[in-house]
């Protein structure tokens, strides 16, 4: 195998480990509403209003971009997100929200919290509908 090979298939392979990170967060987290495929329908859903979203369609419903920045907001708290409660408990909890002060924004908690919102997002953009 070439130096490129190598190069290439370590890539891959951290990618894959990052989408798994996020797959595993998205079963703990977020499966219960937006179901196993992450399509709506989790077994929560039809007792929800606003209903959860299809979250597999999320760059076909952003003009075929992945929206990245636009559900790290969601995620982390900045944005409300109907149906995910308050921005101070939201359903997912303290472990995708980042206290948003001076103090806080530095430190390993919040860069535990982004690597989270990471995985989960690399995991959605790993499953979107062509």
């Given amino acids: 195998m070439t130096t490129l090979g190598i190069v290439i298939s370590s890539?891959?392979?951290?990618?894959?480990?990052v989408i798994g990170g996020?797959?595993?967060l998205y079963e703990k987290f977020c499966k219960t509403c937006h179901g196993p495929q992450a399509m709506g329908n989790g077994p929560?859903?039809?007792v929800l209003q606003p209903k959860p979203a299809d979250l597999t369609t999320l760059r076909q419903r952003n003009k075929g971009?992945?929206?990245?920045?636009?559900?790290?907001?969601m995620i982390d708290g900045r944005v409300d997100v109907p149906g995910h409660g308050t921005r101070e408990m939201p359903v997912f909890g303290v472990w995708f929200r980042i206290p948003h002060d001076e103090v806080s924004i530095e430190t390993e908690w919040a860069d535990q919290v982004r690597g989270r919102?990471?995985?989960?997002?690399?995991y959605l953009k790993s499953i979107q509908v062509p």
């Fill in 11 to 17: 890539a891959w392979s951290q990618q894959q480990e």
């Fill in 22 to 24: 996020g797959r595993y």
């Fill in 44 to 46: 929560r859903a039809p």
């Fill in 65 to 73: 971009t992945f929206p990245f920045w636009k559900a790290y907001r």
């Fill in 117 to 122: 919102i990471w995985q989960l997002l690399s």
